[in-house]
């Protein structure tokens, strides 16, 4: 499953929830700020979820629809892994079949808001799929003597024959007609936010169209996942079996029902895990990338909130202000990453292989009218990275968390968030000096 963001592109970074209301739970409906968009034949049809970051920020935040990206990166920032919307089946669905949206919400996320939540699950019927040569699926009732054994005299197939089935990075691959006629197994991504996918593209004709090819990462059980991923020194495993209900095993068997492929025979870059593995170039996309998150945020935008509120240590509210000014920078930056080659690193959907976080110290002027200053960050998702003699920024993001997340102090900012984000995914936490 794929999460689309709205009017954004995708984000993958967690963080503490950030208001802190009061008086009786409120009852929302967060199902209905996403839907499930269903793609695909009937049978290989995938759903995957767009998020709509714009009205949760107006449910949740009390923002008004006239938001910027910013204020929408703000809001899925915020969230994090404390509020998850999943939808079941993901992949391998026919016309007739029931999707499930379901919402989840942490407690600390429910108690901060002050919110309950009206409903957490959702059922969708599935209609409309354009139909192929994929077998109808079988009724729950019919007898499975079919599909389980293959029958005496079945002709047996190598569902791994070279002929039709290949291994590719996704940069080896530039239209979706290289698919035809093929089993392609497509490694994606940098180590260690790779991800694995099998497309089946053969034609009706050949039985092998039948199969259904899953991926798991033999190198650790723990990271069985729907969508695993891997680093570039694991081993992924290619299993096969018949669609549920094909009768391709009263004619055809199988040579073998699984492959490892060893990933570190693969050209895979993996992303920076820390400050020093970035590059000169890459700092400076993201120097500029923070530059003009900041210039966004105090010489043309406005606050969309009447008050912003300031935290300390223990995320009592001690202010709120009004207006900011003077943004200048500590001298000090923070990266978040995985902890190399451990696979305890929570590598969930919304969270990301790395981050860094940018302090900016800057004056206020609360609703009395006095003055003070208050630090938050610039956060770094996705962290661009120099390699092979170019800059990697894919899904780069600079949003400024103020409106969510600011402190009275660096220790304090560093305390509530940083650090309980790194926590949150075992992650390690790193500070280092600006470069520039």
Known sequence: MKIVRRFLPVLFITSAAAFMLTGCAKTVDLLQYANVSITGESGDAEADIMIDYNGLGRELFGKDKNQTAFDEAAVEYSLGNDLVYTVDPEDGIFNGDTVTLTVTASDSFLKKHDIKLASTSKEIKVSGLEESGTPAKADDNASESNTATPAANAEPVDPFDESIFRVVTSDQVFNEKEYEGKVTVVISGQAPCMYIKVKNQLDSSDPRAKLEYTVTNKSDSEKVQQTPRFFKNDTATISVAPHS????????????????????????????????????????????????????????????????????????????????????????????????????????????????????????????????????????????????????????????????????????????????????????????????
């Open 245 to 436: 209900g094909s009768d391709f095993y009263e004619h055809y068997s199988l040579t073998s029902d699984s492959m490892d492929v060893d990933l570190s025979s693969y050209p895979i870059i993996s992303k920076p895990n820390t400050p020093e593995d970035v590059g000169d170039a890459a700092w400076k996309y993201i120097q500029s990338g923070v530059n003009d998150s900041i210039e966004s945020n105090f010489e043309f935008g406005g606050d969309n909130y009447a008050t912003v509120p300031i935290y300390d240590e223990n995320t009592n509210v001690i202010a709120t202000y009004e207006s900011k000014s003077n943004p200048r920078f500590l001298g000090k930056g923070y990266m978040i990453a995985y902890k190399d080659d451990d696979y305890s690193s929570k590598f969930t959907d919304g969270g990301s292989c790395n981050a860094m976080y940018i302090p900016i110290e800057f004056d206020y002027v609360d609703k009395e009218g006095n003055t003070g200053t208050a630090v938050s960050a610039v956060n770094v998702t996705a962290v661009p990275f120099e390699a092979n003699d170019m800059v990697y920024k894919d899904w780069a993001f600079f949003p400024f968390d103020y409106k969510e997340n600011t402190y009275n102090s660096l220790d304090s900012y560093v305390s509530q968030v940083i650090e309980k984000v790194a926590e949150k995914n075992n992650f390690t936490v790193q500070e280092f000096d600006l470069p520039w």
